[in-house]
């Protein structure tokens, strides 16, 4: 079956940086577009990085120039770089396989996240 496992998340001063991965298996790896999401307790899960099977990018606003994702298609792995992290980037990352659309989640069901936490 389709699963998502991330890892690398952890407690960080502001400024700092972090490596997250994700270990995605069950399909075709590189025949999706992957992405990242975020999401706060009480708020709705965030979309904040896109990478198209052929390496192409999208960010959100909040994290342009600051995060940068990749992949390792032979791997089946997806890597999202952080720096200049903010207490604002606080939350749960998840990873995830995308429609053709690059906005659509399919509806796997979600791996266990690996909690960020920004604070002095």
């Known amino acids: 079956q389709v699963q998502f496992v991330e890892s690398g998340g952890g407690l960080v001063q502001p400024g700092g940086s972090l490596r997250l991965s994700c270990a995605a298996s069950?399909?075709?790896?590189?025949?999706?577009?992957m992405g990242w999401y975020r999401q706060v307790p009480g708020k709705q899960r965030e979309l904040v990085a896109t990478?198209?099977?052929?390496?192409?990018?999208n960010y959100a606003d909040s994290v342009k120039g600051r995060f940068t994702i990749s992949r390792d298609n032979a791997k089946g792995a997806l890597y999202l770089q952080m720096n200049s992290l903010k207490p604002e980037d606080t939350a749960v990352y998840y990873c995830?396989?995308?429609?053709?659309?690059?906005?659509?989640?399919?509806?796997?069901?979600w791996g266990q996240g690996t909690q960020v936490t920004v604070s002095s």
């Open positions: 995830g396989r995308l429609s053709g659309d690059a906005k659509t989640r399919v509806s796997d069901s």
């Open positions: 069950g399909f075709i790896f590189n025949w999706y577009i």
């Open positions: 990478i198209t099977n052929g390496g192409s990018e």
